[in-house]
């Protein structure tokens, strides 16, 4: 149980478009999912909470604007990396958070890997 | 604002060799911590999970142990094999609002055959 899917697990896309993950949580639901970013050699950093059908929460300096965060049910989340540049090339990883009372627990999604050309 | 440093960055170490990999912490008001393995270009496996009231926590040949008031974590890892060969994070949760979850950088390490 508790298995989260990340779609898709790669993207190549070109700078100035926009690109598009997908975070499931297969056989739970998810009250809060997260959305961390980890660049080489680097920990993972959170980007951003967010809980269903309310706007996310953004993590000092990760811009709101580029990174649109839908979270429109309790099994999705969508992170949308608007006009991409090369600097945003990382592996994203999500995190959900089930619905289950007084649990804190996180399962984290495979992770997506961006490069953008 | 919580940080979380892991020694040694890299490790090396043949294999059958006991192991223990490091993980302290600047706040010790946390919820819980969490060691994953991390293997190249992939997502996180979880480990073991030690929630603020523990003391330690094992499964199979991990053995993790947790000193809150030292802000201080080890994972020991009992004759490792070249499958234990990733990389492996440190989280801590801090306590209250949404449970921030902090990673230390990890500890790369390679089990030699």
């Known amino acids: 149980g508790a298995v989260v899917s990340q779609h898709p697990s790669r993207v190549i896309c070109k700078s100035g478009t926009s690109v598009k993950i997908e975070c499931r949580s297969l056989?739970?639901?998810?009250?809060?999912m997260f959305w961390y970013r980890q660049f080489p050699k680097q920990s993972l950093m959170l980007m951003a909470t967010?809980?269903?059908?309310?706007?996310?929460?953004?993590e000092q300096g990760v811009e709101k604007d580029k990174f649109l965060i839908n979270h429109a049910s309790l099994t999705l989340s969508t992170l949308t990396v608007t006009s991409a540049h090369p600097e945003d090339s990382s592996f994203y990883i999500c995190?959900?958070?089930?619905?289950?009372?007084?649990?804190?627990?996180?399962?984290f999604g495979p992770g997506t890997r961006l490069t953008v050309t | 604002k919580q940080e979380v440093t892991q020694i040694p960055a890299a490790l090396s170490v043949p294999e059958g060799e006991n192991l223990v990999l490091n993980c302290s912490f600047t706040?010790?008001?946390?919820?819980?911590l969490q060691w994953f393995r991390q293997d190249p270009g992939k997502g996180l496996t979880s480990l073991l999970l030690i929630q603020s009231s523990q003391r330690e926590q094992t499964s199979g040949r991990l053995n993790a142990s947790l000193d809150k008031s030292s802000g201080r974590s080890t994972l020991y890892i009992a004759a490792s094999q070249p499958g234990d060969s990733a990389t492996y994070l440190c989280a801590v949760r801090i306590s209250g609002g949404y449970q921030k979850v902090t990673f230390g950088i990890g500890t790369k390490l390679q089990v030699i055959p």
């Open positions: 056989d739970f639901q998810a009250t809060t």
């Open positions: 995190s959900c958070r089930p619905v289950r009372g007084g649990s804190y627990e996180q399962y």
């Open positions: 967010s809980n269903e059908g309310s706007k996310a929460t953004y």
């Open positions: 706040d010790s008001a946390i919820y819980n």
